[in-house]
């Protein structure tokens, strides 16, 4: 049993360190590219979206490869 919860806690952290690397990205550059009204938002609003994006992260990288495709 403890075998699993190590399994389980090594993947989940897997997912939330990917999950970190692309909310920097996406907080930063990514959001622009779905969304054009971002580029005017301020850093303390990126913040608090940040979490946000950490959980969701495989749901918007997904939208960001769809617009960065269709811009081409």
Do not use: C, H
């Not at 550059?29 to 005017?40: E, F, R, S, V």
């Not at 939208?63 to 081409?72: A, E």
């Amino acid at each position: 049993m403890e075998l699993i919860i190590n399994i389980f806690l090594g993947i989940l952290g897997v997912y939330f360190l990917i999950g970190f690397l692309f909310a920097l990205y996406f907080s930063f550059k990514g959001a622009n590219k779905i969304d054009p009204l971002m580029t005017d938002t301020k850093k303390k609003v990126r913040f608090l979206l940040f979490s946000g994006i950490v959980a969701t992260w495989p749901f918007l990288i997904a939208k960001v490869f769809k617009s960065n495709t269709s811009q081409l």
